[in-house]
């Protein structure tokens, strides 16, 4: 990676956890739905970032958000399913070795494929944090809408930050 790419997810990754921590910690629509956006920080990460770092990277990202939220390893569980996730998607749709973009966004990969991306990853990040914040197989319908709504949620606001820095010369 080149020093310009990391400066721009360092960047990335402070901002996103910044509206995350303090403008998006307690916004939440009757307690079912709450938006994460801090996974587009993990879902835009460079292809050709080698996959111990990305679960560094997830674990990190998931320990800083569990001390914000007083919450115990339950980010870090759900970030590093996303990269999980994520590994194996694009190890299934995507040769790297030919592959030029950099990294999985937008307007280098497509709507169709990066919404199936980001969809895959988001829900395996939710469910795992609401069934891991629940704990409790009695409240399982209650975990699994609100894992619902918070992933549509959450895909939502990505799509829509996606869009806002949608690669204008690929269009």
């Not at 587009?40 to 800083?64: E, K, S």
């Not at 197989?137 to 699994?144: F, G, I, K, V």
Request: hydrophobic share 55%.
């Amino acid at each position: 990676m080149n020093s310009k790419l990391v400066f721009i997810n360092i960047v990335r990754w402070l901002l996103l956890l910044f509206i995350q921590v303090f403008l998006l910690r307690n916004l939440g629509f009757y307690n079912l739905a709450t938006p994460f956006v801090y996974v587009l920080f993990l879902l835009l990460l460079p292809f050709r970032t080698p996959n111990l770092l990305l679960y560094l990277i997830a674990f990190v990202t998931g320990i800083t958000l569990d001390a914000f939220y007083d919450t115990i390893g339950v980010h870090i569980a759900a970030s590093v399913t996303l990269i999980y996730v994520r590994i194996l998607f694009i190890s299934v749709s995507v040769n790297r070795d030919g592959f030029d973009e950099p990294e999985p966004t937008l307007g280098n990969m497509g709507f169709k494929w990066f919404s199936l991306y980001a969809l895959l990853c988001i829900f395996a990040h939710h469910l795992v944090l609401y069934v891991l914040e629940a704990f409790k197989l009695t409240e399982l319908s209650y975990t699994l809408m609100r894992c619902l709504f918070s992933g549509l949620f959450t895909m939502l606001t990505v799509l829509l930050i996606e869009f806002v820095f949608y690669n204008r010369k690929l269009r």
